[in-house]
């Protein structure tokens, strides 16, 4: 399979997967043009279009892809039933496009209708995990988050995070003022500046290399319990993570 990020606006990634035939889905197209550009440049046939949730940084472009191609299935949650989907999905659910198979995961937080796709090794979660962070709960709760992450958090090590937005250095940045002493954030870190510098992707990233450096994701962790106050033992594990949440609200 070949996967490709696709700039979009500032800071956010349309993927595109394609199999050796060159038949192709499109995960959450904010907007058409740079999807067309890749699409002519590849010479890929899209099968579906797959998204996330109904913010239009992700929807944006469904309307224009369906008019250019008016027979392509648009998979989506309820949420995004007046974005242009035109088949709605639910977590728990297995679709089959082409020879691939995917499975969704409900993740509420984002927005409350939230959904991720899985194709071993490839998640398609838009903007619930990123790498080294997590979304901000713009309709969910720090519960309905830290479960969802949690959620995603079980699959297995080599799987390929695609996150929806480059914020890679933004999220290592509050990591470090979290646990300024961890070694490895401090070298991710690096390795992301100098990959920024040339404006590569940070992206995907393998799970098992995010379960180190990704802050939300380390809740059980008791040095990061004791650097930002949460009695230990926690009342909760999604109680270290509302307070995770909090702060990088504030920072």
Request: glycine share 6%; proline share 7%.
């Amino acid at each position: 399979m070949n996967l490709i990020s696709i700039p979009a606006f500032q800071d956010n990634y349309i993927w595109l997967l394609a199999n050796p035939q060159k038949h192709c889905i499109i995960v959450d197209p904010g907007e058409s043009a740079p999807v067309l550009t890749a699409l002519s440049h590849g010479q890929y046939t899209p099968q579906a279009i797959l998204l996330t949730h109904h913010h239009h940084d992700h929807v944006g472009g469904v309307a224009d892809l369906r008019h250019h191609f008016p027979n392509i299935p648009v998979y989506g949650p309820q949420e995004t039933a007046n974005k242009g989907a035109t088949i709605i999905v639910n977590g728990g659910d297995n679709l089959t496009i082409g020879d691939q198979n995917y499975h969704v995961f409900a993740v509420p937080g984002h927005t409350l209708g939230h959904i991720a796709y899985y194709s071993k090794p490839y998640l398609f979660c838009g903007d619930t995990l990123f790498s080294a962070g997590c979304g901000r709960l713009f309709e969910g709760t720090p519960e309905q988050m830290y479960t969802s992450i949690q959620q995603l958090a079980q699959l297995p090590d080599e799987t390929l995070i695609c996150s929806a937005h480059e914020y890679t250095l933004a999220n290592l940045k509050f990591a470090r003022s979290i646990l300024p002493s961890d070694q490895e954030i401090a070298t991710y870190q690096q390795e992301i500046m100098q990959l920024r510098a040339k404006n590569l992707p940070s992206l995907p990233v393998k799970l098992h290399l995010e379960r180190k450096i990704n802050v939300f994701l380390r809740c059980n962790d008791i040095d990061l319990q004791r650097e930002i106050g949460v009695s230990s033992p926690p009342s909760s594990l999604a109680s270290v993570f509302s307070e995770l949440r909090a702060r990088k609200d504030r920072f």
